[in-house]
């Protein structure tokens, strides 16, 4: 189902944000025709943004950082500025709030600089500055916003202008920033009211944040198939947004990415290999310290010189990789290993481009300068899992590794327990346990039985094991 707008001759694209709820956990999709730019997933526990009341456990002076209880299973971490540490003691209490949420072994990442987002504001409760969106680029913009932020903002306390506050009346700013300060009072009342680690403040329901942050001008439709989730949003957006509200339309097709052909761009987030439509294709791989990915020329062969068929599958490839990491939210530090081009003036057109695609990216992205061996690092800001990672697990038979043990490896293996085995006892047969699938493979036309049984002058008796990993087994004597 690809739509598209016609006017006077020309395509316009039809951008959608689609939620989809139907089967509990609530999917989200920012489409341009039947392309997605950007994925989010509603995890269960979200934290990032909840602030808390938290107790100080303990000081690590040479980690610069503290220790919090804010009543959730581990302890989150705070780091210290240097005027931070005459502020706190083990055993008190501060305001803090989540900036990142625990990733696997480590706790949340905490701040003492609280922000309160608005819809066209954030209010900076501890900070007495003027900031103005990044993705404001003219000089005359960001002049205006900052006029109007400076009659805006109060006493002793910080604001930051938003990207869509451009071109919104100064009154209806200030309604924005009204809400923001009710709701630190709010939070300053209930601080005072406990003496034990307690949430103050939890982040917006996420379809109110998804609002907030993806709905803009430029969004056609917003599609839902809850009526549960469209009912929330009409009464929500009939007093914050009313001027959006036409776009609202229920749709309550329970496979609605399928049908507005979304399904398989989301499947490709599990992908490691990405296919290329030149015939290239792009390699992601994601540890636990940064992401690479690599660029393979595949069976491209479409320019008329070697360097132009190059330039040509970076140039596809720097597209699709720039969608790929919004897709699949990755952050932290990411290396692109392009096909290496001669071509000074290439390389940098190359990293103009990218410069240009990852400004459409509301998470603040930075690309560093190609160097001469064709890798170009880029950074972006990481406050959770990626995306896939509410979607799959660590494999547990390879334990991440992305391999298993060859078959010829795994009998090498097994002999050699075998042998060791039999020297230390006589008149036992040797039982393996192998998961059915090496069962099969082992003992087809039974050779791998007849090795055994020489190797050892013992019966062997070979069982399934169904627990076993693919590339595991047990090998243990019993009595013949």
């Given at each position: 189902?690809?739509?598209?707008?016609?006017?006077?001759?020309?395509?316009?694209?039809?951008?959608?944000?689609?939620?989809?709820?139907?089967?509990?956990?609530?999917?989200?999709?920012?489409?341009?025709?039947?392309?997605?730019?950007?994925?989010?997933?509603?995890?269960?526990?979200?934290?990032?943004?909840?602030?808390y009341k938290g107790r100080v456990?303990?000081?690590?002076?040479?980690?610069?950082?503290?220790?919090?209880?804010?009543?959730?299973?581990?302890?989150?971490?705070?780091?210290?500025?240097?005027?931070?540490?005459?502020?706190?003691?083990?055993?008190?209490?501060?305001?803090?709030?989540?900036?990142?949420?625990?990733?696997?072994?480590?706790?949340?990442?905490?701040?003492?600089?609280?922000?309160?987002?608005?819809?066209?504001?954030?209010?900076?409760?501890?900070?007495?500055?003027?900031?103005?969106?990044?993705?404001?680029?003219?000089?005359?913009?960001?002049?205006?916003?900052?006029?109007?932020?400076?009659?805006?903002?109060?006493?002793?306390?910080?604001?930051?202008?938003?990207?869509?506050?451009?071109?919104?009346?100064?009154?209806?700013?200030?309604?924005?920033?009204?809400?923001?300060?009710?709701?630190?009072?709010?939070?300053?009342?209930?601080?005072?009211?406990?003496?034990?680690?307690?949430?103050?403040?939890?982040?917006?329901?996420?379809?109110?944040?998804?609002?907030?942050?993806?709905?803009?001008?430029?969004?056609?439709?917003?599609?839902?198939?809850?009526?549960?989730?469209?009912?929330?949003?009409?009464?929500?957006?009939?007093?914050?947004?009313?001027?959006?509200?036409?776009?609202?339309?229920?749709?309550?097709?329970?496979?609605?990415?399928?049908?507005?052909?979304?399904?398989?761009?989301?499947?490709?987030?599990?992908?490691r290999k990405i296919n290329l439509?030149?015939?290239?294709?792009?390699?992601?791989?994601?540890?636990?310290?940064?992401?690479?990915?690599?660029?393979?020329?595949?069976?491209?062969?479409?320019?008329?010189?070697?360097?132009?068929?190059?330039?040509?599958?970076?140039?596809?490839?720097?597209?699709?990789?720039?969608?790929?990491?919004?897709?699949?939210?990755?952050?932290?530090?990411?290396?692109?290993?392009?096909?290496?081009?001669?071509?000074?003036?290439?390389?940098?057109?190359?990293?103009?481009?990218?410069?240009?695609?990852?400004?459409?990216?509301?998470?603040?992205?930075?690309?560093?300068?190609?160097?001469?061996?064709?890798?170009?690092?880029?950074?972006?800001?990481?406050?959770?899992?990626?995306?896939?990672?509410?979607?799959?697990?660590?494999?547990?038979?390879?334990h991440g590794r992305g391999w298993?043990?060859?078959?010829?490896?795994?009998?090498?293996?097994?002999?050699?327990?075998?042998?060791?085995?039999?020297?230390?006892?006589?008149?036992?047969?040797?039982?393996?346990?192998?998961?059915?699938?090496?069962?099969?493979?082992?003992?087809?036309?039974?050779?791998?039985?007849?090795?055994?049984?020489?190797?050892?002058?013992?019966?062997?008796?070979?069982?399934?094991?169904?627990?076993?990993?693919?590339?595991?087994?047990?090998?243990?004597?019993?009595?013949?």
């Open positions: 189902m690809r739509k598209k707008i016609h006017q006077c001759g020309k395509v316009l694209l039809m951008n959608r944000l689609i939620i989809d709820s139907y089967t509990g956990q609530r999917r989200i999709a920012l489409t341009e025709n039947e392309e997605v730019l950007e994925f989010k997933v509603e995890p269960a526990g979200r934290l990032v943004g909840n602030i456990v303990n000081i690590v002076p040479g980690l610069e950082a503290a220790f919090v209880d804010i009543g959730y299973k581990k302890n989150a971490y705070l780091p210290l500025k240097k005027d931070d540490m005459k502020k706190i003691t083990p055993g008190g209490f501060v305001i803090v709030q989540v900036t990142k949420e625990s990733i696997g072994k480590k706790g949340p990442k905490l701040t003492m600089d609280i922000t309160l987002p608005g819809r066209y504001i954030v209010l900076m409760p501890f900070t007495n500055n003027i900031g103005i969106s990044h993705r404001i680029d003219s000089e005359e913009g960001k002049r205006e916003l900052r006029d109007k932020a400076r009659q805006l903002k109060p006493e002793n306390m910080g604001i930051i202008m938003r990207t869509n506050a451009a071109d919104i009346p100064v009154d209806e700013l200030q309604y924005d920033l009204k809400k923001l300060l009710d709701t630190w009072t709010e939070i300053l009342n209930t601080y005072e009211l406990f003496t034990v680690p307690v949430p103050l403040y939890k982040n917006t329901n996420m379809l109110e944040s998804i609002l907030r942050d993806m709905v803009t001008p430029g969004v056609d439709e917003i599609i839902v198939n809850s009526t549960e989730d469209f009912e929330y949003l009409h009464s929500y957006m009939s007093v914050e947004m009313p001027m959006y509200l036409p776009k609202l339309k229920l749709n309550s097709d329970p496979n609605i990415f399928k049908s507005l052909g979304i399904e398989d761009s989301i499947e490709n987030i599990f992908m439509k030149s015939g290239g294709y792009i390699v992601i791989d994601t540890t636990e310290a940064l992401t690479a990915i690599d660029v393979n020329s595949g069976k491209f062969t479409g320019q008329d010189t070697l360097e132009e068929t190059v330039y040509a599958i970076n140039l596809e490839a720097a597209t699709e990789i720039v969608r790929q990491i919004r897709l699949r939210d990755i952050g932290g530090i990411i290396i692109i290993d392009f096909i290496d081009m001669i071509s000074e003036d290439n390389k940098k057109a190359l990293i103009e481009y990218i410069k240009e695609l990852v400004k459409k990216d509301r998470v603040k992205t930075n690309v560093v300068d190609i160097t001469a061996l064709g890798l170009v690092e880029i950074t972006r800001k990481k406050e959770k899992e990626t995306n896939d990672s509410y979607f799959v697990n660590q494999c547990p038979y390879c298993v043990f060859t078959e010829e490896y795994l009998i090498s293996k097994i002999k050699r327990d075998i042998i060791r085995l039999a020297g230390d006892i006589s008149d036992m047969a040797m039982v393996v346990e192998l998961n059915p699938y090496l069962r099969e493979t082992f003992t087809d036309g039974n050779a791998f039985l007849i090795d055994l049984k020489n190797i050892s002058n013992s019966e062997i008796i070979i069982k399934d094991n169904r627990n076993l990993p693919l590339d595991g087994y047990k090998v243990y004597p019993v009595e013949a």
